[in-house]
C-alpha cells in the first residue's frame, strides 16, 4: 500500500510524492550470487547425470565397463606371479629397468584395465553408433590417465611432494575429462576471504600450492645437481664449497618463493609488516640463533676450520664432519657425534691439529736408570719410534733429547710427526710405548721406578 499527494513547486508544476510501504529488495553481495550460480551449476550437472544414468545404454555402458574389470581382475590374477617370476630371473639388468618392472607390476590390474577397455571402445565404434561408446570412452580416457600419473609419480621420491601432486594431477585430469574445469574454477574463485585490500581465493590458494610445489622441486634439483659440481672441483676449498653450496640454496629457494607469490597475483608489500615482526622477534629471542648463523657465515668466509679438520674444543677431540648455519658436526673417535654451536668456535679457544697442514708432532715423556748410557737410550729411542708404521721419517724423522736429571731416572722426551691425526693420537702414542718397552728390554735398558722401605716402630732392625 502506498499513500500519494501532490504538491506544487513554486512554478506551478505539479509533482507527485507518496511513501510506498513495501520492503525494499535485497541485493546480494557479487561473490555470494557467484557462489550460489556455481553451486547451482553443479547441481544441474549432477541432475543430468541422474537423468542419463536412467537411459537403458548408459546402464549398458556402466555394465560393460565393469564386466572389463571383473576380467582385468582374472588376467591380472593369472599375469601377475609369472610376471614376478620372470623379473626374478632377469639378473644384470640395471636398476633402472627393473624400477620400471616393479611399478608396471604393481599396475598390473590398472595396465590390463586399460588396455581392455580402449579395446572395447574401439570396438563398439565399429560395430555401433558412437553415443553408445561414448561414456565408454571417458572411463578409458579416465583410467589412461590415472594409469599415467600414477607411473609418473613413482619417480618423485618425496612421498608428501608425490602424493600432493599425484591427487592434485588425478582431480585436474578428471575434472578436464568430464568438461567441468570452468564450473569448478568459478567455485574455487568465490570461496575467498579478503585480508585488508587483498583479496584471497581458494583457487589462488590452490595455485600458489601448485607452482611453489613445482618451482621448489626444480630448486631441489638445481641446488643438487650443483652441490656435487661444486664437491667434485678440487679447486676450490671444502669452507668454501659449503659457504658456496649454502648460498646457493638460498638463493634458488628465495627466488621460487618470490617468483610463486608473483606468478599468483599475490601482492608481496605486505610482508613489510611481517618482516618488521621478525625483526623483533629477533631483538627479543633469537639473538643466539642469529648469532650462530653469523658466527658459521664468518667460519666459512675466514676458512679457520673446514670439513676433515681435526680440531679440540674443551674435553672434545675428534675431526670436523659438516658445517651447518648454527652448528658444526665434530665426530670424536668413539664414535660420538657433538653439534657445537658456531658461536663457541668463534669465541672459544679451538685446537685445529690440521689448520694449515696435516703434520702434527707429539710428545712422549720416559726415564732410564742412571746407569744407562744416554747415547744409547736416545738411539734405541729413535730406532723404537721409527718402527710404528704411522711415524714419519726424514725429514720429519723422530727425535729424542734429555730434559732433565730426575730423583730415580734420566728424563727424557721424545718427539715425533705424523700425518693422519683422523686416525687418533692416543694409540699412536700407544704404540710408540709398546716399541720402546719392547726395545728396552732387547737391549737391556732398565726404566726406574721409585722404591720405599717401610719399618714398624719397635721392631728390631
Known amino acids: 500500500m502506498s499513500e500519494t499527494s501532490d504538491q506544487s513547486t513554486s512554478d506551478g508544476t505539479a509533482i507527485e510524492t507518496g511513501t510506498d510501504t513495501t520492503a525494499p529488495a535485497i541485493v546480494e553481495p557479487d561473490a555470494l550470487a557467484d557462489l550460489r550460480d556455481a553451486a547451482f551449476s553443479f547441481a544441474d550437472f549432477a541432475q543430468g547425470i541422474t537423468e542419463s544414468l536412467l537411459r537403458p545404454w548408459i546402464a549398458y555402458q556402466i555394465a560393460i565397463a565393469i564386466g572389463v574389470f571383473a576380467l582385468?581382475?582374472?588376467?591380472?590374477?593369472?599375469?601377475?606371479p609369472r610376471m614376478h617370476s620372470w623379473m626374478r630371473s632377469r639378473e644384470g639388468w640395471p636398476t633402472w629397468r627393473m624400477r620400471i618392472l616393479v611399478m608396471l607390476h604393481r599396475r598390473l590390474r590398472l595396465l590390463v584395465y586399460v588396455v581392455l577397455i580402449w579395446i572395447t571402445v574401439l570396438v563398439m565404434r565399429e560395430i555401433t553408433w558412437p553415443s553408445r561408446s561414448y561414456l565408454l570412452?571417458?572411463?578409458?580416457?579416465?583410467?589412461?590417465?590415472?594409469?599415467?600419473?600414477?607411473?609418473v609419480t613413482r619417480f618423485i621420491h618425496n612421498s608428501l611432494l608425490r602424493g600432493i601432486i599425484r591427487y592434485g594431477a588425478w582431480i585436474?585430469?578428471?575434472?578436464s575429462i568430464v568438461n567441468l574445469t570452468d564450473e569448478t574454477q568459478n567455485l574455487l574463485q568465490n570461496v575467498a576471504f579478503e585480508l585488508g585490500t587483498m583479496r584471497l581465493?581458494?583457487?589462488?590458494?590452490?595455485q600458489a600450492v601448485i607452482i611453489l610445489a613445482v618451482l621448489f622441486a626444480g630448486a631441489r634439483f638445481i641446488s643438487t645437481v650443483s652441490s656435487s659440481t661444486i664437491r667434485k672441483n678440487e679447486d676450490i676449498s671444502p669452507s668454501m664449497q659449503v659457504l658456496a653450496i649454502k648460498f646457493l640454496q638460498v638463493l634458488l629457494y628465495g627466488s621460487a618463493f618470490f617468483i610463486g607469490m608473483r606468478t599468483v597475483g599475490l601482492d608481496l608489500t605486505?610482508?613489510?609488516?611481517?618482516?618488521?615482526?621478525?625483526?623483533v622477534?629477533?631483538?627479543?629471542?633469537?639473538?643466539?640463533?642469529?648469532?650462530?648463523?653469523v658466527s658459521g657465515i664468518?667460519?666459512?668466509?675466514?676458512k679457520s676450520i673446514k670439513p676433515g679438520d681435526v680440531i679440540s674444543l674443551g674435553e672434545t677431540f675428534g675431526w670436523?664432519?659438516?658445517?651447518?648455519?648454527?652448528?658444526?658436526s665434530v665426530v670424536t673417535r668413539d664414535g660420538k657425534e657433538y653439534l657445537i654451536p658456531n658461536e663457541d668456535l668463534i669465541t672459544g679457544q679451538v685446537v685445529n691439529w690440521s689448520h694449515s697442514s696435516d703434520f702434527v708432532r707429539l710428545d712422549i715423556f720416559f726415564g732410564a736408570a742412571y746407569d744407562d748410557d744416554p747415547h744409547k737410550v736416545r738411539a734405541l729411542a729413535i730406532e723404537a719410534a721409527q718402527t710404528v708404521n704411522r711415524v714419519l721419517g726424514a725429514p720429519r724423522a723422530p727425535v729424542c733429547h734429555v730434559v732433565g736429571f730426575g730423583d730415580s731416572s734420566v728424563d727424557y722426551i721424545l718427539r715425533f710427526w705424523i700425518m693422519d691425526p683422523t686416525g687418533g693420537l692416543t694409540n699412536v702414542r700407544g704404540a710408540v710405548f709398546l716399541a720402546l718397552w719392547d726395545t728396552f728390554k732387547e737391549n737391556g735398558i732398565s726404566i726406574p721406578f721409585p722404591q720405599r722401605e717401610v719399618r714398624m716402630l719397635g721392631e728390631e732392625a
Not at 570412452?137 to 607411473?151: D, E, H, K, R, Y
Not at 585436474?172 to 575434472?175: A, D, G, I, P, R
Not at 605486505?270 to 625483526?279: D, Q, W
Not at 664468518?298 to 675466514?302: G, K, V
Open 281 to 293: 622477534g629477533l631483538g627479543f629471542g633469537l639473538q643466539k640463533v642469529v648469532s650462530n648463523l
Open 320 to 328: 670436523i664432519n659438516a658445517l651447518g648455519a648454527r652448528y658444526v
Open 298 to 302: 664468518i667460519i666459512l668466509l675466514d
Open 172 to 175: 585436474w585430469v578428471t575434472l
Open 201 to 206: 581465493s581458494l583457487w589462488t590458494v590452490i
Open 137 to 151: 570412452g571417458i572411463i578409458a580416457n579416465l583410467a589412461a590417465a590415472w594409469f599415467f600419473v600414477a607411473f
Open 270 to 279: 605486505g610482508l613489510a609488516v611481517l618482516s618488521g615482526a621478525i625483526g
Open 72 to 80: 582385468a581382475h582374472l588376467v591380472t590374477v593369472f599375469l601377475k
